[in-house]
């Protein structure tokens, strides 16, 4: 997979892009600031509808152009997806909501038919390397759930589905728990919404189970390289419903061995989990909130048996996500078929000059990448031979002509 053409009108910097792209390596080049990484958060965002820097949609749009009435922010990408061309579109449209304030919608476009986001996402694949993602390992659970879910969500549409839809549900649950807490009633009234959360939770906990299976296999073996063989990474895996009980008389510990569950099926999940449901129903009530399901799932990263969130140093951290990352690559392409495109910001600064070329002997095996960089010398001459290169500045895209 790779793309052809990026048109963007009234994204972040750029009032207006239309430029072919090559589908070697792509080099871009210039000072901070200056869009660079814009350019590759437009990519990332046709993947997954998301944006891995805004808070929210309305932050995407150019801001002179949000001082109109009517503002519309488009992002267009031509691709080639195996044998087949298609043309994918994003609408970012701001207007009046007749009470003197704005609102935003969005709108997506496959091959000019609107579509809904759930069901485009993962018609487009793209792994993205940026400097600050050391925090999916340091940060919260929710980080480590949030890559997750765009992980898969990539490569499983029944997943992005079971997703929102477990989402609204919990909504919905958790409002009514909180009146039940408030005013008391039937209790009862949680029966559908129990049903709904666990058929749709035992999707999401089966396909987390399988990735995280799956990923750790690859990570072991890229991460084994980047180490010379000195370090093992493994990824845990600990449900908040785990559906295989702990023995009696054994207690749990924070950081526990891998535990296998990829044997288990959605009907098994579901029953295990509405069970669950059911025992847990009066202290949920009392809290007026749902305790338990994928929404509070997290995913720990060890290093030699060390947690690396709680103990991890700079160092393992930098080539533990680096792992991760390379393997996420891996992964979708063995899913999908496809090689996802690349888009790196300034991910060289931050390794060593081991890492920093294994990583660009990786980069060169893969279909199509897009780097960013404000020092050409982290490159080698024979690398930078190979790419193409872009300058940007303040929005506006210069090719720079090869030296050859």
């Known amino acids: 997979?790779?793309?052809?053409?990026?048109?963007?009108?009234?994204?972040?910097?750029?009032?207006?892009?239309?430029?072919?792209?090559?589908?070697?390596?792509l080099l871009l080049m210039g000072?901070?600031?200056?869009?660079?990484?814009?350019?590759?958060?437009?990519?990332?965002?046709?993947?997954?509808?998301?944006?891995?820097?805004?808070?929210?949609?309305?932050?995407?749009?150019?801001?002179?152009?949000?001082?109109?009435?009517?503002?519309?922010?488009?992002?267009?990408?031509?691709?080639?997806?195996?044998?087949?061309?298609?043309?994918?579109?994003?609408r970012l449209i701001q207007d009046t909501n007749g009470n003197g304030g704005t609102r935003l919608r969005k709108e997506v476009l496959l091959d000019g038919v609107k579509t809904p986001p759930s069901q485009v996402i993962g018609h487009f694949n793209a792994v993205i390397f940026l400097p600050q993602m050391t925090r999916i390992l340091e940060g919260t659970p929710e980080d480590r759930r949030r890559y997750l879910n765009l992980a898969i969500a990539q490569s499983d549409s029944a997943y992005t589905h079971a997703?929102?839809?477990?989402?609204?549900?919990?909504?919905?649950?958790?409002?009514?728990?909180?009146?039940?807490?408030?005013?008391?009633?039937?209790?009862?009234?949680?029966?559908?919404?129990?049903?709904?959360?666990?058929?749709?939770?035992?999707?999401?906990?089966?396909?987390?189970?399988?990735?995280?299976?799956?990923?750790?296999?690859?990570?072991?073996?890229?991460?084994?390289?980047?180490?010379?063989?000195?370090?093992?990474?493994?990824?845990?895996?600990?449900?908040?419903?785990?559906?295989?009980?702990?023995?009696?008389?054994?207690?749990?510990?924070?950081?526990?061995?891998?535990?296998?569950?990829?044997?288990?099926?959605?009907?098994?999940?579901?029953e295990g989990f509405l069970e669950r449901l059911a025992r847990v129903r009066r202290e949920e009530i009392a809290r007026g909130v749902t305790t338990i399901g994928p929404h509070r799932d997290e995913m720990r990263v060890q290093c030699n048996g060390i947690d690396l969130t709680d103990f991890g140093s700079r160092g393992q951290l930098r080539t533990a996500i680096l792992s991760l990352k390379l393997a996420e690559v891996d992964w979708l392409k063995q899913r999908t078929g496809q090689w996802p495109v690349l888009l790196l910001d300034e991910t060289l600064a931050e390794l060593d000059i081991n890492r920093r070329a294994l990583l660009l002997d990786y980069i060169q095996g893969a279909e199509q990448a897009l780097l960013t960089t404000t020092d050409m010398k982290l490159f080698p001459e024979d690398f930078v031979g190979k790419c193409e290169r872009w300058k940007i500045t303040s929005g506006n895209v210069e090719k720079v002509a090869d030296q050859s």
Do not use: C
């Not at 990026?6 to 589908?23: A, C, E, G, H, Y």
């Open 31 to 90: 000072a901070n600031a200056q869009g660079k990484t814009s350019l590759l958060e437009a990519v990332y965002y046709l993947a997954t509808f998301t944006s891995f820097h805004a808070q929210n949609d309305k932050q995407l749009l150019n801001f002179i152009s949000t001082k109109e009435k009517l503002a519309v922010s488009r992002l267009v990408a031509q691709y080639q997806r195996g044998d087949r061309a298609h043309r994918l579109e994003v």
């Open 163 to 270: 997703l929102s839809e477990y989402n609204q549900a919990l909504t919905q649950r958790n409002a009514l728990l909180k009146l039940l807490q408030e005013r008391g009633g039937d209790s009862s009234q949680l029966d559908y919404w129990d049903e709904v959360i666990a058929s749709r939770g035992a999707i999401i906990i089966k396909a987390r189970i399988t990735a995280i299976q799956e990923l750790e296999q690859l990570a072991v073996r890229i991460h084994e390289k980047l180490t010379r063989s000195s370090e093992v990474i493994r990824l845990i895996y600990q449900p908040s419903y785990d559906p295989l009980p702990v023995p009696q008389g054994q207690f749990v510990l924070p950081m526990q061995v891998q535990v296998q569950r990829n044997g288990l099926g959605l009907d098994k999940l579901k």
């Open 1 to 25: 997979m790779y793309l052809t053409h990026l048109s963007l009108t009234n994204f972040r910097l750029f009032s207006r892009l239309d430029m072919d792209v090559p589908r070697r390596i």
